[in-house]
């Protein structure tokens, strides 16, 4: 027998259900359609059916309570018989031996063998998880007891590990004990991987009371996800809005950041932004503090003319990814190829960093794969040394680079740090600086990219928005360091219980 943790999928693997159903029904019909009177026919027919269909029901009642890193927890087991997987291979066997044309009633009776029995142990091992829950869910909560978190850094989306690694290095630094919680039990490897602090699943409501321990005082969230309001119903918490970045995109003035107690932002542009827009929060929930992922940019006169194995007068292309519609989508990366083109033109390397999200979206991928190939191909071709397919904090590339051409997206305020020029790709409307005030900041190129060749030689060159540049990053970014927000998070840790937690910040 294999052992199956809590966390593991199902006992056949997703992949098959489908293809394995189509199959069987092929099956099932042709052998019907030779025999349509035999009662044993039909019936041995449905098994093959239902036998496929039933799994994903039966997936779902495997145990829910999951966790990575939590000491004292143990993960319940389930047995898995070790030929399941192997009998839905056979099973895809026999319907293509079937459709050669070797229909026996051996062949269908070997196939509704072999899915039955595995149906029968699914059912069991199924059955034998359900019962387990509430046993494995009060130990879960136990465990969390003994760690005695103080807060929670929460997530509910499966692919956001990068946002949570924006804010990771700042709350471990605090030296406090703290949760990781996800909704998806998909997600606790990838997140294991940023963070060893514990990592707990909770796809269900009943889930959260298990983390929701006397030691817990608040909650950060680093996106704005619906399912985010499910744990704001803990009001014995104080529920704090992180982002992940500051930047004008709208979704760092949505509607939703309201139902938070406190929401925490980079300087007084932030405030603004959201009445700009219309966005009623009241101003005793904003506590600025900083953007102290900007605190390891290093500024311009320490970059320049280095010698310890940066390119000396690379630029950083760096593509915000296309968003979930068009009202969200602020991306280049479908020109990168000509926006790289270029800065091939220059003399140094580029640095090519599109979002994380861009590698993991079809379209997407092909966009950064092209912009790959031509790097890739130029450095061949003349021994440039350019930068791409690095995992590294934002700060790694900028410290590499003179300059930076890049979407209306957070990296532009990390940038800032830099004192370096910057080029933003605009949606070419004339009021884009208007509604984006970050803009005054930076070069501004049409869709069309025409300008480009000359907005590079002038940002590289006399630099006219240089102060400029001082000026608004006093506006985006209004303290400095990470000390701001360090200070933020622990008077909320230690201010005594009951205490409106708005009371205790300052604008």
Known sequence: MLRQSAADGPATPGWLTVPRLLALTALTAAWVAQRPDDALVWLVGGVLLVATAVEPVLRRLLPVPAAVQLPGWTPPTVAVARFVVPAALVALLLVLVAAAGALTPWVFGVAAVVQGVPLLLATAQALRAYAARPAAAAALGRAVAQVAPEFVLYTAR??????????LPHLEALGRPFLVVTRDPAALAPLAEVTTAPVVACPTWRDLDRVVVPSLRAAFYVNSVAANADFVTYRQLTHVYLGHGESDKALSHHPAHAMYDLVFVAGQAAVERYARHGVQVPADKFVVVGNPQSAAVEPVD?????????????????????????????????????????????????????????????????????????????????????????????????????AMVGDLSSVVTEFLASGKPLALVTDGEPDFATRNPVARAAYLVAPDLAELPAVLARMLGDDPLREERVAVRRHYVGAEGDQAFARAVLSLLDAPRGADSRSRHSR
Do not use: C, I, K
């Not at 499966?158 to 804010?167: D, F, H, K, S, V």
């Open 302 to 402: 320490t970059v320049a003319g280095s010698s310890d194995g940066r390119p000396a007068g690379a630029v950083l292309y760096a593509p915000t990814w296309q968003g979930y519609n068009d009202d969200s989508s602020y991306s280049s990366l479908s020109h990168g190829v000509q926006v790289v083109r270029a800065l091939l033109e220059l003399p140094g390397p580029v640095v090519f960093r599109p979002h994380p999200f861009s590698r993991t979206r079809a379209t997407e991928r092909g966009h950064v794969a092209a912009v790959e190939e031509l790097l890739a191909a130029d450095a061949r071709a003349t021994g440039r040394a350019h930068v791409y397919g690095v995992d590294e904090p934002f700060a790694g590339s900028a410290n590499r680079v003179v």
């Open 158 to 167: 499966r692919g956001g590990a990068y946002q949570l690694q924006m804010w």
